[in-house]
């Protein structure tokens, strides 16, 4: 017979930031990401539109950034929004 005891658990490391931080953090970490890839389609198209279209003018594509900040932007607000309000029953609900 042994003397190791067979109820031993093993321990799970517990992470050091709360689960809301961990939420808040992913959608952060969305929201950026997805305003650096619309930023740039949009900048991408208004080059391809200011070469082929406007005889290489700056605007178009300063426009395309603007429309791809402009909606990366407004997702961003309605994904936080959409979390902070309540739900019809007056609970949260918090989807990823």
């Not at 709360?18 to 969305?30: F, G, I």
């Not at 005889?55 to 395309?64: C, E, I, L, S």
């Not at 979390?83 to 609900?93: C, E, M, S, T, Y």
């Amino acid at each position: 017979m042994s003397s190791e005891n067979s109820n031993t658990v093993a321990t799970v490391p517990r992470t050091s930031r709360p689960m809301s931080e961990a939420l808040l953090n992913e959608k952060w970490d969305r929201c950026l990401s997805s305003m650096l890839i619309r930023s740039g389609l949009g900048l991408s198209f208004g080059i391809v539109f200011s070469v082929l279209l406007f005889k290489r003018r700056a605007w178009p594509a300063t426009v395309g950034l603007g429309f791809g900040a402009g909606r990366a932007w407004e997702e961003c607000d309605t994904s936080f929004k959409r979390a902070a309000a309540p739900n019809k029953d007056g609970l949260r609900v918090i989807r990823p």
